[in-house]
């Protein structure tokens, strides 16, 4: 065989193999080009990415507890500090009580003209005082022509009308007041009892009542 011939069956073999090639392109042309992934490792990479996804999700619902317990937290703070703040606004109102008592009696003591403008100064103080307690949540009791609750009046006695119904308040001696809705010191109060019923029973019922 001589060189010629020899160039032609080389020709040959390369047509052959190109044209093999295009017949399957399935087979890779170039035999460095990396291989597709298996199926085992496309399900292992699947399952890291859920595996990642699950931990992302319990995070953010663990911040979101997190937030909440906080903001619970914060919240009662506050209202146990609101509370604390009241409690000692109260017990300041209890001790003041008296003062405002005194005050109202002076108030009520003197009918001389001579006392009138030394009333007037009793009673601006007077007013300033009870001002600065409403002002911080003190209210005062309506008891007078009510209906005697042993919640908020202290009947010490009872007394016979046929003007006002069974176990009305006829005659209040002494103001009683609340704080926040909280009965701080209850009305002293007389109460009526009708004419047909006993008599012999009134001290009982008194007692009962302040109970």
Do not use: C
């Amino acid at each position: 065989m001589d060189e010629r011939e020899h160039k032609n069956e080389e020709r040959d073999k390369t047509v052959i193999e190109f044209d093999s090639r295009s017949r399957n392109p399935q087979e890779p042309s170039d035999p460095n080009a990396p291989n597709p992934p298996e199926g085992t490792e496309v399900a292992a990479l699947a399952e890291r990415a859920a595996r990642l996804q699950a931990e992302k999700d319990e995070l953010m619902q663990t911040l979101v507890r997190r937030q909440a317990d906080f903001e619970n937290y914060r919240k009662r703070i506050e209202r146990e500090r609101q509370d604390d703040r009241r409690h000692g606004i109260g017990r300041l109102i209890e001790d003041l009580l008296p003062v405002l008592d005194a005050f109202e009696r002076a108030i009520k003591a003197h009918d001389d003209p001579a006392y009138q403008e030394y009333l007037k100064g009793l009673e601006l103080i007077y007013r300033q005082l009870w001002d600065t307690l409403s002002r911080h949540g003190l209210e005062r009791i309506a008891a007078a022509g009510k209906p005697f609750d042993p919640h908020y009046h202290q009947a010490i006695e009872r007394v016979e009308s046929d003007e006002y119904p069974e176990g009305t308040v006829v005659d209040v001696l002494q103001d009683g007041f609340s704080y926040h809705g909280r009965v701080v010191r209850p009305s002293i109060v007389r109460v009526s009892f009708s004419a047909g019923h006993s008599d012999s029973g009134k001290s009982s019922v008194a007692q009962r009542h302040a109970k």
